[in-house]
């Protein structure tokens, strides 16, 4: 294994017996060899990747594609039928909290279990113990036996143990999808600090934008097999539009997925199975010395994004997505606190009931700034019909610091299942907001602070 490697895994399949029925693993037993009474399920199917020291990998995918199978190979609670698993350094799983706790036993009893299990020594625990309870935040139940614990008590007592092991690699199941939010914060914060610590982090989560700001790589598993690899936000693009994928067109979209996959990875025996793309995804040319304009909002012919990615239509078609000044002229480069509106029009080849219609704002990495809806979910009236168009139009301030920002469009409507997509664009445009020498706000969005100042003297009050 390189030393610059964490993780490496080489054609990795793992395959269960599923038997149709419970007297089948009984005639299975008896006549081996003979005729074989199960169906092989394969979880994972030739899985090759590399890892490096202090990578982030988010990996997403359907409920079955082989995630937490994954992770439990790596962390070797599994063994692959097939494939070797390389891993250098002690690992700390987050994957069902709380598993190798003993019921009966007191919450300090299980601390000094579960430490050891996660290979802690006595006196590494009795130091850490302050520090997990405190984290914890159970109070005098840290006495009681665990069976008489919330499930909130469960995980913040898992989670506060397993973080205190200072691990090498840092493996993350859905963990962070329990507890309140100031815990759930609580809990990230300490995740940033291993990770800027150096650790190798592996996080599984079905919360798009969580990977996205979490994670620095990314990869998109289905049905056990790699479809995709890369930026998070190019990934995840990927992944949400295999959600919204019609039945019948999965099979098909899969296979590009792979096609694509497999004619950019490489896959050489002895050599990185995987190789991650570059995190920056900043797709067009800005330009380095911009109009004379006044300040004036303008179109720049560069900005055009290369990540866009359009869902399967379902009798509705996303045309012309742009932004206007109020005065209705196109632009894309934007003056900060000025308003602008984004607008695109909706072609319809079928009826559709309840439509709405939205807007989304992301940064560059892909986290969700903010949008709209045209409607409440649940209150909309508008029914359209083959043939019709209809214009959207979201009027909007362009609170933001300097930088480049994507746009996604899309448009639901009712369907005896609820609520889905008739067409979606994901990075429909991008835009640039123009920096300003005179700004005094400070991250991305700006919230029009007004900033004051007194000075308190000896009889005087000086305003600065």
Not at 50 to 63: A, C, M, P, S, Y
Not at 225 to 237: I, R, T
Request: hydrophobic share 40%.
């Amino acid at each position: 294994m390189s030393s610059e490697s964490a993780i490496i895994l080489h054609g990795v399949h793992k395959s269960f017996p599923v038997y149709d029925k419970p007297h089948h693993r009984l005639l299975q037993m008896f006549t081996p060899g003979k005729r074989s009474w199960f169906r092989e399920f394969h979880a994972l199917k030739n899985v090759g990747l590399e890892i490096k020291k202090g990578q982030t990998l988010g990996i997403v995918g359907r409920n079955g594609s082989g995630k937490s199978t994954l992770l439990q190979i790596v962390c070797g609670t599994l063994t692959p039928s097939a494939g070797t698993v390389e891993v250098r350094g002690r690992i700390a799983a987050l994957l069902e909290l709380g598993t190798g706790f003993n019921p009966e036993f007191t919450g300090r009893e299980n601390v000094y279990l579960n430490g050891s299990v996660l290979g802690l020594s006595r006196e590494e625990i009795d130091e850490r113990f302050d520090e997990i309870t405190t984290f914890a935040d159970i109070g005098e139940f840290i006495e009681q036996p665990v069976k008489s614990y919330s499930s909130g008590m469960y995980v913040r007592l898992a989670f506060a143990v397993a973080i205190h092991t200072t691990p090498d690699i840092l493996i993350v199941d859905e963990a962070l999808s329990v507890g309140d939010e100031a815990f759930q914060r609580k809990c990230f914060a300490r995740i940033d600090a291993i990770r800027d610590a150096g650790a190798t982090i592996l996080f599984v989560s079905h919360s798009a934008g969580t990977v996205i700001e979490l994670c620095d790589h990314a990869l998109l598993l289905d049905k056990g097999e790699v479809l995709a690899a890369g930026s998070p936000k190019a990934v995840v693009s990927r992944y949400q539009k295999l959600l919204y994928t019609p039945a019948d067109k999965v099979a098909a979209l899969r296979e590009a997925y792979k096609r694509e996959w497999l004619s950019t990875a490489e896959h050489p025996v002895g050599q990185e199975a995987l190789k991650i793309a570059s995190t920056s995804d900043v797709h067009g040319v800005v330009p380095e010395d911009p109009p004379d304009d006044g300040g004036r909002a303008y179109f720049d012919e560069g900005l055009l994004p290369q990540s866009t990615v359009r869902y399967q239509h379902k009798g509705a078609h996303i045309e012309q997505p742009h932004i206007e000044t109020l005065d209705g002229h196109v632009v894309n480069v934007l003056r900060s606190g000025a308003e602008y509106i984004y607008t695109y029009q909706v072609r319809f080849d079928a009826t559709a009931a309840a439509v709405r219609c939205g807007m989304m704002i992301k940064t560059v990495t892909g986290l969700e700034l903010g949008g709209a809806a045209s409607a409440a979910l649940g209150f909309s009236e508008l029914t359209a019909d083959p043939g019709d168009t209809i214009v959207v139009r979201f009027r909007f301030s362009a609170l933001l610091a300097p930088g480049v920002y994507f746009m996604n469009a899309g448009v639901t409507a009712h369907d005896p299942d609820g609520e889905t997509f008739l067409d979606r664009l994901i990075d429909a445009l991008m835009f640039r907001v123009m920096p300003e020498d005179a700004r005094i706000g400070t991250g991305i969005i700006d919230f029009n602070v007004l900033p004051s100042i007194r000075l308190l003297g000896q009889g005087t009050e000086v305003s600065v």
